[in-house]
């Protein structure tokens, strides 16, 4: 099992720019897919951006070009989040996943309250 701890979040304006960051409890870079997830009131949980176990870089069309994500090939992957709008606003999630076989691997952090005010 994975633990993974996010630091980060808070309110902003729009137009403004946040950084998350999620550390594991082990070095899992090549071996776990990483990213992030966010939830809206009322919606279900999205992804956002994903950095995969062979190393390519996923995001959502709604935060491509606004959202950067990246990592230290260690344990902490760190999510940019530039340009942010109302409709950003949501908990975001971390989550680090292996599939082995038939089986997945979840882990999810404890979520980080992302809010952007008009």
């Known amino acids: 099992q994975v633990e993974l701890v996010e630091v980060g979040g808070g309110t902003v304006q729009t137009g403004g720019s946040l950084r998350l960051s999620c550390a594991a409890s082990r070095n899992i870079f090549s071996i776990y897919d990483m990213g992030w997830y966010r939830q809206a009131p009322g919606k279900q949980r999205e992804l956002v951006a994903v950095?995969?176990?062979?190393?390519?870089t996923n995001y959502d069309d709604s935060v491509a070009g606004r959202f950067t994500l990246s990592g230290d090939a260690a344990n902490t992957i760190y999510l940019q989040m530039n340009n942010l709008k109302p409709e950003d606003k949501a908990v975001y999630y971390c989550?680090?996943?292996?599939?082995?076989?038939?089986?997945?691997?979840?882990?999810w952090g404890q979520g980080t309250q992302v809010t952007v005010s008009s």
């Open positions: 950095i995969t176990a062979g190393g390519s």
């Open positions: 989550n680090a996943r292996k599939m082995a076989g038939s089986m997945t691997f979840n882990s």
